[in-house]
């Protein structure tokens, strides 16, 4: 089967309008061609997603990212979602497995402790490999490295130190912020013991000092 077929039969699995990245296109191609050059397999998933944009196959997001795409009813052609691309580029792999979370203002918004709504989302990402942040006006959003990598077990928990440590002093408007605490918490079934040692391994003594004064 030719690099070609491969990369076709792939994006035929593809709904028309959500976001196909060509990492994701690669680690599937990669499959076929075990102990093959990667280099060289790579530059021919490039090649042949070039030859598909030009046979209409598929529409360029940007770089990196292609789509099916389908004609809106005003004629113009369709573009993904900015919350899918946003969601699979910062917080989801395709696969399930979580690589960000939503943190800042957004977060303290969601969880009821501030009326104020950001214009732009704070996402903590695996993807941002420093510690400055980084702002995509093109998806309303802050990027920023979390303190821990980001899992599906402990996404949870590292939002919760996020609240404790406030590093982006948003004002609580509320009078029971424990209680709201506590009830998240409850809700995501969090073990203390494992808040306690996610804590100490961001070492920030406000959220131990704020963690004992909730465990009391």
């Known amino acids: 089967m030719n690099c070609y077929k491969i990369v076709l039969d792939y994006i035929d699995t593809i709904e028309n309008n959500e976001p196909i990245f060509i990492e994701d296109v690669k680690k599937h191609v990669a499959t076929f061609y075990e102990g093959e050059d990667l280099t060289k397999l790579f530059n021919n998933v490039k090649a042949v997603l070039y030859r598909l944009k030009k046979e ?3 529409a360029q997001a940007e770089k990196g ?3 099916k795409p389908t004609q809106t009813i005003w004629g113009r052609e369709s573009v993904p979602p900015i919350h899918k691309i946003r969601k699979y580029k910062y917080i989801m792999e395709k696969d399930g497995t979580l690589k960000g979370y939503i943190t800042g203002a957004k977060l303290f918004n969601m969880m009821g402790l501030t009326t104020q709504v950001p214009r ?11 510690a ?23 996404y949870k928990y590292l939002q919760l130190l996020d609240i404790l440590a406030n590093d ?14 506590y009830q998240y918490m409850k809700e995501y079934e969090l073990d203390f013991e494992k808040v306690l040692k996610y804590a100490r391994e961001t070492n920030n003594k406000n959220v131990l000092t704020k963690l004992w004064t909730l465990a009391r």
């Open 56 to 58: 209409g196959k598929v």
């Open 65 to 67: 990212i292609y789509y």
């Open 120 to 130: 732009r989302t704070d996402i903590a990402t695996n993807e941002c490999k420093n």
């Open 132 to 154: 400055n942040k980084y702002i995509n006006d093109k998806y309303q959003v802050i990027i920023r490295k979390p303190k821990i990598k980001v899992t599906n077990e402990n």
């Open 168 to 181: 982006d002093k948003i004002n609580i408007e509320v009078e029971n912020e424990e209680d709201i605490l």
